[in-house]
């Protein structure tokens, strides 16, 4: 079904759409953080950190990222790797990257102010359609209407369409949404219909007896709004990786991930992918002879990790281990470190999780050592 097909647009406008969803989120929104301020910045970097992420595992993260970075100009001056390490488990690490570049740009170019333009907004690193109109509309009030998985599922529903998404469908429902937004308080307005879709109209038992646009609802009339919109099979690449564990003289080796590319300017142990064919054993023999040019001795297996980042999922099998000759090492990208200070560098999850293993086993072994109960 078309979504100018179905006289939806004139039936929503004649019963006043805007003003009951908005009316519905005054009483019914989360008090959140990021909706008790007006800060262009504020509200920028909440809409970024939710990319991919949920509202409960952010809010931890916002509070500590605006007490490092209060604002534009703190977050332009602060080092690469205390951003990334702030950013850390959050993932998606190229959105932390982006805030930092273009915090640069926004001190240089437009005094430390986050521009109120469309077009000056999308030429910045990490700024798309969706987040320049979330700024643009929930802080300087412009009526921009905003598109994320949220929106497109309630407006889907609303429209019984059926069939999977796609750019020309997006096409469709944000110049369908254009329609309805307000003049007054189009970011109270965008704001209504993403929570309507967080609490609501969820991807799964959406709570349709609850909704305020139950009314509104073709796939609701037809019993459809749980095949609405077509689920989207997504699909991993698995990969069996090995790392060294590798101590000496009370400090770790790391190294650091290339600039460019996945998982940029992240630390983590040496290692690397397993072959077909070999053993975990075999392969990180292989992996630390590249990389380090020297031969391992006496590994033995330390733990198994497990995460997920873009396309991939990751088990990766740590092992503790020694060197038999002194390894060759980058100055810039391979260093030795204490065990205390491996929490000032950013790691990638599951190279943090194996930090938490061995600062964990660390206090075990100090307490048992000054006697102490294990509680």
Not at 282 to 303: C, I, N, P, S, Y
Request: glycine letters at 6%.
């Amino acid at each position: 079904m078309d979504i100018h097909r179905n006289n939806l647009n004139n039936r929503i406008a004649q019963d006043n759409f805007s003003k009951e969803l908005v009316r519905w989120y005054r009483t019914h929104h989360r008090k959140l953080p990021w909706r008790e301020t007006s800060d262009p910045y504020k509200i920028w970097v909440s809409e970024v950190m939710l990319q991919q992420t949920t509202v409960p595992a952010v809010l931890s993260y916002y509070k500590k990222w605006l007490e490092l970075f209060p604002d534009v100009q703190a977050l332009a001056r602060a080092p690469l790797p205390k951003i990334l390490k702030t950013w850390e488990g959050l993932g998606y690490y190229q959105r932390a990257r982006n805030l930092h570049r273009a915090a640069k740009i926004i001190n240089e170019k437009h005094a430390g102010y986050v521009p109120q333009n469309y077009e000056d907004l999308l030429a910045l690193p990490g700024f798309g359609p969706y987040t320049a109109a979330a700024v643009l509309s929930i802080a300087y009030d412009k009526p921009y209407p905003v598109l994320d998985a949220n929106v497109r599922r309630v407006l889907m529903r609303l429209a019984g369409l059926k069939k999977g998404h796609n750019s020309q469908t997006d096409k469709r429902l944000l110049l369908y949404l254009a329609t309805l937004i307000p003049k007054t308080s189009p970011g109270e307005f965008n704001q209504a219909v993403m929570e309507v879709g967080a609490l609501i109209c969820r991807p799964k038992n959406p709570r349709c007896l609850l909704c305020p646009l139950q009314r509104f609802c073709l796939a609701y009339k037809k019993g459809e709004q749980e095949v609405i919109p077509a689920p989207k099979k997504r699909s991993y690449n698995k990969i069996e990786a090995v790392v060294g564990v590798i101590k000496n003289r009370g400090k770790y080796l790391l190294q650091k991930r290339p600039s460019p590319g996945l998982l940029a300017d992240l630390w983590e142990f040496p290692g690397g992918k397993r072959k077909e064919g070999e053993t975990l054993a075999a392969a990180l023999r292989r992996e630390l002879r590249e990389e380090l040019g020297a031969e391992v001795r006496g590994e033995k297996f330390l733990l198994k990790v497990r995460h997920a980042y873009t396309q991939f999922q990751v088990t990766l099998s740590a092992y503790e281990c020694r060197l038999q000759d002194k390894p060759r090492l980058k100055r810039d990208s391979q260093r030795w470190v204490s065990l205390r200070a491996l929490k000032q560098y950013p790691f990638p999850s599951g190279s943090a999780k194996i930090v938490r293993f061995l600062e964990e086993r660390d206090r075990r072994v100090s307490g048992h050592g000054l006697g102490l109960k294990k509680v």
